[in-house]
């Protein structure tokens, strides 16, 4: 609101904690939060009525890492500055095959919501093999589909995607979405249309990510 004379076309926030690296006993200040939002959307943010950590992961589209037990973890900034230099450093590779499978699960939740799903994220622990639950309102090709992400290097197999169409088949969703960092093998891509089952692999993944405004990820095996 202070910007008169629009010079403002992008907010940054870095969050740090001081820590202790238990490996050698020294002083650490390992980031935590990175968020970069253009000046529209944050001047649309009401600060006073936000969930803070929601607002973080959806509108802002941060990277935190926060996972199951509530302990934070070392994440590369989206950007910070050189002041030595007076410039702005972009990190833009972060390698998907690095992210925890909890942070993956909440960027493809993200993902959904930003193609127009509700979407609905289950229980990180004892989930019974969904790890999302997403809703389109389409009259004729919409429903409920359950969804399942896998940070893996190596190919899927059969096996797995049985398991994943015997939790569809059990549930009352119309269709299900299996997505993986890596590949699927011809005889997985035939199972899954036999099964009413669409793939994701590592490549389209990204592809999506950065069609709907998830940058700043890579796949690098």
């Not at 490996?23 to 959307?41: E, F, L, N, R």
């Amino acid at each position: 609101n202070q910007d008169t004379h629009n010079n403002i076309d992008t907010i940054v926030f870095n969050g740090y904690i001081n820590d202790i690296d238990l490996a050698t006993g020294q002083d650490i200040s390992p980031y935590i939060i990175s968020a970069m939002v253009d000046k529209i959307t944050f001047n649309s943010i009401d600060m006073n009525r936000i969930d803070k950590l929601k607002c973080l992961k959806e509108t802002m589209q941060g990277r935190i890492d926060i996972n199951s037990s509530l302990s934070l973890k070392g994440i590369t900034p989206i950007c910070k500055c050189d002041y030595l230099n007076k410039s702005v450093v972009n990190n833009e590779s972060i390698n998907l095959l690095e992210v925890d499978p909890f942070v993956l699960e909440d960027l493809v939740a993200t993902l959904f919501r930003n193609m127009g799903y509700e979407v609905i994220e289950t229980n990180k622990v004892n989930d019974g093999g969904i790890d999302c639950i997403l809703y389109n309102n389409d009259p004729i090709m919409g429903g409920k589909v359950i969804g399942q992400v896998k940070r893996y290097k190596n190919n899927i197999d059969i096996p797995k995607l049985r398991e994943f169409e015997s939790v569809l088949r059990n549930s009352d969703a119309m269709k299900g979405i299996f997505i993986s960092t890596s590949n699927f093998s011809s005889q997985c891509e035939k199972f899954a249309s036999d099964n009413n089952i669409s793939l994701i692999n590592g490549s389209l993944l990204v592809d999506y990510f950065n069609r709907y405004g998830i940058s700043s990820y890579i796949l690098h095996k």
